[in-house]
């Protein structure tokens, strides 16, 4: 899946580390061999997940590996699962996947955060 510069940029804004801690200490790699049971049935189609942790949310992203003509390795990168891991109950809907729906999702979450920006669900051109 290929993101557009305003994706990439919006996810370099939502990872980005916060400027109150320590760069050597905010960042931290681990590797497990296996997903939480409670919800390992989300993830039932994916060989791979990327766990991504923001504030206290878990995202888990399914990832596939393919490796194109070239011998080349291209990660596909899902829409991902979220988590609250403060316990707050949620009822999963429907379960959306594909770059289509993750631009949604992702404009969705931009016009939350951003939301003086938007007049009626339109982009204001100019902020008075």
Known sequence: MDFSNEEINFFAELFKPNKKSHAHNSHVLTLQSSV?????HLLSSANLTLLAEVAHYQLWFPLDLKIDSAGIIKPILNAPEVIDTQGIAAKIAQIHSGQEQLRAYLFEE?????AKLYENGQLVEQLI
């Open 110 to 114: 931009h016009k939350r955060q951003h």
């Open 36 to 40: 939480p049971a409670n919800i390992a």
